[in-house]
């Protein structure tokens, strides 16, 4: 399976991001995916993620500024990002699991700062 994130970028604080991943290769019965992130010098953390049968999961600190949405057809996962934060300023890696194994993106920065 192959990840491919696009969408990171600077941005002001209060602004929006959309960060979008599409899945390739054999990625067939996928059955999470979502986003994790890390911000230098800190570990990787889960921000948000989705189970095929529309479980969700956020993180306390994006709770009602990020949206995760999910098309199980086309094997693509959207993060849509409002009010960011300059605590928001990361990395932002796109993440699926199937059965036994776990796969990640090459990761895309998003940088929130005036």
């Known amino acids: 399976v192959q990840l491919v994130e696009s969408g990171g970028g600077l941005v002001q604080p209060g602004g929006s991001l959309t960060l979008s991943c599409a899945a390739s290769g054999s990625s067939f019965s996928i059955d999470v995916m979502g986003w994790y992130r890390q911000a230098p010098g800190k570990p990787r953390e889960l921000v948000a993620v989705r189970s095929r049968g529309g479980t969700l999961n956020y993180a306390d600190s994006v709770k009602g500024r990020f949206t995760i949405s999910r098309d199980n057809a086309r094997n693509t996962v959207t993060l849509q990002m409002n009010s960011l934060k300059p605590e928001d300023t990361a990395v932002y890696y796109c993440?699926?699991?199937?059965?036994?194994?776990?796969?990640w993106g090459q990761g895309t920065q998003v940088t929130v700062s005036s």
């Open positions: 993440y699926a699991h199937r059965t036994f194994d776990d796969y």
